[in-house]
Nanobody
């Protein structure tokens, strides 16, 4: 099982980035995906998640209206479109997978507990 987040980089405040989470070794259709981030000196936090079945989405209040999560099961990829980026969005972003909805909801609160985790990608928002 592998998940790999990519697409991070340096962007000015107000700019946009699209992160990709490419997966392999499991059937993405059966898993919900969460995006998490960890800023320097802070705990990891849930950012956004998308359910496996009906593509329902949920967002942390801090990113609601600015970030959009989507998935393309045929490409085995999940995306996180990030618009109107702010310096406080600077963090390493991770994607993670879980089969159970309760696991995903709990992980979004706790910042941990998903079934599988990928390596992160660094997003830096700075002028």
């Amino acid at each position: 099982v592998q998940l790999q987040a990519s697409g991070g980089g340096l962007v000015h405040p107000g700019g946009s980035l699209r992160l990709s989470c490419t997966t392999s070794g499991f059937t993405l259709d059966y898993y919900g995906i969460g995006w998490f981030r960890q800023a320097p000196g802070k705990e990891r936090e849930g950012v956004a998640c998308i359910a496996k079945s009906d593509h329902d989405t949920s967002y942390a209040d801090s990113v609601k209206g600015r970030f959009t999560v989507s998935r393309d099961n045929a490409k085995k990829t999940v995306y996180l479109q990030m618009d109107d980026l702010k310096p406080e969005d600077t963090a390493v972003y991770y994607c993670a997978a879980a089969r159970d909805l309760v696991t995903i909801v709990t992980a979004m609160i706790d910042g941990d507990g998903m079934d599988y985790w990928g390596k992160g990608t660094l997003v830096t928002v700075s002028s």
